[in-house]
C-alpha cells in the first residue's frame, strides 16, 4: 500500500470526524441560543399577561370605589327625606300625633289632649309602659282594714311572728267611678298574712298606703266564683293561709314579698311612700 495513499486516508478521515464533531457543538449551541431565546420570550409574554391582569384588576378596584361613592352619596341624599317622613303616632288615639306631649319619666309620646284626658279620666299611668305619674287613687268601695301583730310564726319565717291583717266591705250601690254605677254590689271579707320580719314590715305599711289611696280592692267579676258586681282583689296578691305554699296561697314561697313589691310599685306605691307610716298593729277605715 502506498504509504502516502495511507497517509491521505487518514487525514481524510480524521478530518471528516472533526467535522462531524464540530456539527455538532455548533448544533448543541445553536439549540442552546434557541432554548435561551424561548425563555426570554416566554418570560415576556408571562409579564405582558401579569401587566394586564394587574391593570384589569385595578381598573376594578377603582369602578367598584366609584360606585360605592355614588351610593353613599345617594344614601346622604335620601336619608333626610326618610326622616322628614317618619311621623310618630299616638298609642291612644292610634292615629299621627298633634301636638306632641312627651312624659318626663318614661318618655313617651302623645297627643296632648289623649294624654290628658286619659290621666283625668282613668289614671295617671303611662298607656305605652305603665310608669305611674302623681298619686293614683282607685275606686274601692268604703271599708276598713284592720292590722294585728301575732306571735304566731308563718312557715318560712319561724322567728319573726306575723301580721294577721283583715279586709271588710259591706254591700252598697255602685258608684260613678265604679263599672255598673247605680247596680248593687255584693260586699266581701278577706284576711291575709304577712311574716313580722323587716321585709314584711315594709311590705305591710306598703299595703296601708294602697289601701288608703283605694288601690286594694275594686268591683268587677270574681276570678274564683265568676260572679259579677262583687268586690274583688285589684291584682295586688295576698297570701291567705299561713302555711301550704304556692299553690294554696301560702307560704312558704322564697319570691313572694319581693313579687308584691312590685305589684304595688306597678300602681305607684314604692318604698317612698312609708315614711311616717305607723308599724304594727292598725285600724284603717275608707269611706
Known amino acids: 500500500m502506498d504509504p502516502t ?10 478530518d471528516h470526524s472533526n467535522r462531524g464533531r464540530n456539527g ?9 441560543v434557541d432554548n435561551h ?6 418570560g415576556s409574554d408571562s409579564n405582558y399577561r401579569d401587566s394586564r391582569l394587574d391593570n384589569h384588576s385595578n381598573r376594578e378596584l377603582q369602578e367598584s370605589k366609584v360606585n360605592d361613592e355614588k351610593e353613599n352619596r345617594s344614601r346622604e341624599v335620601h336619608q333626610p327625606q326618610k326622616d322628614a317622613e317618619k311621623t310618630e303616632i299616638c298609642a291612644i288615639c292610634m292615629d299621627d ?10 318618655g313617651h309620646v302623645f297627643c296632648r289632649k289623649c294624654i290628658d284626658k286619659s290621666f283625668k279620666l282613668h289614671k295617671p299611668v303611662c298607656p305605652s ?36 291583717i283583715n279586709y271588710d266591705f259591706n254591700s252598697g250601690i255602685q258608684g260613678s267611678k265604679h263599672p255598673n254605677a247605680g247596680v248593687r254590689f255584693k260586699g266581701t271579707s278577706r284576711v291575709a298574712y304577712l ?17 288608703r289611696r283605694r288601690l ?19 291584682d295586688i296578691h295576698h297570701k ?16 313572694y314579698l319581693s313579687r308584691i313589691k312590685e305589684e304595688l310599685a306597678s300602681k305607684g306605691v314604692t318604698l317612698a311612700d312609708i315614711d311616717g307610716v305607723k308599724d304594727g298593729d292598725e285600724s284603717i277605715t275608707v269611706k
Open 5 to 14: 495513499g495511507s497517509e491521505l486516508g487518514q487525514d481524510s478521515s480524521d
Open 240 to 255: 291567705t293561709s299561713m302555711n301550704g305554699g304556692p299553690t294554696n296561697f301560702g307560704y312558704p314561697d322564697a319570691t
Open 129 to 164: 309602659c305603665g310608669t305611674v305619674y302623681g298619686v293614683t287613687i282607685g275606686n274601692m268601695p268604703a271599708g276598713t282594714m284592720n292590722v294585728h301583730k301575732s306571735s304566731l310564726n308563718i312557715e318560712g319565717y319561724k322567728r319573726f311572728g306575723s301580721y294577721c
Open 216 to 234: 286594694t280592692f275594686t268591683i268587677g267579676r270574681s276570678t274564683t266564683t265568676g260572679q259579677e258586681n262583687v268586690v274583688t282583689w285589684n
Open 195 to 211: 311574716p313580722a320580719n323587716p321585709e314584711g314590715i315594709e311590705v305591710c305599711k306598703m299595703l296601708k298606703v294602697a289601701f
Open 37 to 42: 431565546s424561548n425563555g426570554r420570550l416566554s
Open 97 to 106: 300625633i298633634t301636638d306632641l306631649k312627651k312624659l318626663d319619666k318614661c
Open 24 to 32: 455538532s457543538n455548533g448544533n448543541h449551541r445553536d439549540t442552546r
